[in-house]
């Protein structure tokens, strides 16, 4: 828990003053407007092509080796961040952006894969609930640090302030991460004998044809597309400075409230399930995503007069999103644990690691709807929640009708445990 803490704080320092600079700051226009889907693209596309990859090393090797692998190559590569901040470089940033994200995507498997291995089956959604919890507290103080990192970095005139702080910061993280990694429990190694396959597609078409002979292919695409939502839902929030009328740090409260949210959300579905996996939660989940994001779009932005970060996180549009945040923890965590409790114990790493690319596949083309949609949006930006409304209700109402029947979403937990 720990060790996910603080490399999920390192990658959204790096995309969050990264996205901020290419919005508004620095490099303002350079990769044109609605600039930031690229930089989602860049975040997700590395998990798309090596997380097949990634969770075959996890079922091959102990899954605290391959964490320890992927923290130590997390130092370099804040370096190379703090180097491409320095230098005003946005190529260089860009590219440290993606070798994080590659780490990443090695981590993931091991991560999750490493859950059933070290608690109870009756504790699997109580864990889940606990880790993505502290891992939303992570995206908290990483994401309001970045928005006072990304005042401190650029001033108001778009000049460079204190070009090292971003990379201190980073390195910082990632010598905190790599030092708890090294108190995780020790693991056995996976399959030595797994012949490793080096084509990231015909891992993904073999484990999908493996997981479409049950139920679990459903599960995987409910799961994966609530990412298509929360990459457009995130891209939208970095335009709430010129909706709000507010500078970045201030917007910044806005991504802290919804990452207190989701953890709560996740903490209380946890909670909620007890020592088995309630799967109608996520169809609770599903309808607070929908109504919230409608009213994030449809009410006009509003805030009381009080001191700046106070008046962001009293405002209309923080009530919103922390309300979409919850509903988002009741939606993800009932499936997450469906997904490690149904991959076969062999094949665990290699079949999150497949749902884990299908997920950022939807990441990477919410990144491309949005920077095709959002120029139709451009002065009124938030209205881009009422695709992310409509979107999340077609997508609701298709996976309770391929879902029906099974329990696995609406049924029975008997139901749900023959499925």
């Known amino acids: 828990m720990v060790a996910q803490f603080f490399g999920a704080m390192n990658d959204n320092l790096l995309k969050v003053v990264l996205a901020f600079a290419v919005v508004r700051g620095v490099w303002a226009g350079d990769l044109g407007d609605g600039g930031e889907g690229i930089v989602s693209v860049c975040f997700t596309l590395p998990f798309l092509l090596l997380s097949g990859f990634a969770g075959q090393m996890a079922d091959r090797y102990s899954k605290r ?13 804040a370096m190379l961040a703090g180097i491409g901040f320095y230098f005003e470089n946005l190529y260089l940033t860009l590219l440290a952006l993606v070798a994080l994200t590659c780490q990443s995507s090695f981590f993931g498997p091991a991560k999750y894969g490493m859950i059933p291995e070290l608690v109870d089956e009756k504790n699997l959604s109580r864990a889940n609930g606990s880790i993505n919890m502290m891992t939303n507290i992570a995206v908290i103080l990483g994401t309001v640090i970045a928005g006072t990192t990304s005042v401190q970095y ?18 910082a993280t990632a010598l905190f991460g790599l030092a708890a990694s090294l108190l995780i429990t020790r693991l056995k190694a996976g399959d030595r ?3 490793i396959n080096y084509n990231p597609f015909s891992i993904y078409v073999d484990t999908i044809r493996k997981m479409a002979e049950t139920r679990l292919f459903m599960v995987m695409m409910a799961w994966g597309y609530f990412y298509l939502l929360a990459g457009l839902a995130l891209s939208t929030l970095f335009r709430y400075p010129e909706v709000l009328g507010v500078g970045d740090d201030e ?18 579905a946890g909670f909620i399930s007890g020592d088995r996996i309630e799967p109608r939660l996520t169809t609770i989940g599903a309808a607070g995503l929908v109504i919230f994001f409608f009213l994030l779009a449809a009410v006009p932005p509003w805030m009381p007069d009080a001191r700046p970060m106070l008046r962001v996180a009293l405002s209309n549009v923080a009530f919103f999103i922390f309300f979409a945040g919850f509903f988002a923890g009741f939606y993800i965590i ?17 079949f999150l690691g497949t749902a884990n690319a299908v997920s950022f596949a939807f990441m990477t083309a919410a990144g491309v709807l949005y920077s095709i949609i959002m120029p139709a949006f451009k002065d ?7 695709v992310s409304s409509a979107l999340m209700l077609v ?14 979403l609406i049924g029975s937990r008997e139901e749900a445990a023959a499925a």
Do not use: H
């Open 65 to 77: 080796t391959v964490t320890l692998w992927v923290k130590i190559a997390e130092v370099p590569i």
């Open 154 to 171: 650029q001033g108001a005139d778009g000049t460079v302030g204190k070009a090292w702080l971003p990379g201190v910061l980073m390195v």
């Open 193 to 195: 004998d797994l012949d």
């Open 251 to 268: 917007a910044s409260v806005l991504m802290g409230v919804l990452g207190i949210a989701i953890g709560l959300g996740c903490a209380i």
């Open 334 to 350: 009932p499936l997450q644990a469906l997904l490690q409790k149904l991959s076969p114990d062999d094949e665990r790493g290699q």
């Open 380 to 386: 009124k930006p938030q209205q881009m929640f009422f």
């Open 395 to 408: 997508g609701a109402a298709f996976f309770l009708w391929k879902l029906r029947g099974t329990g696995i």
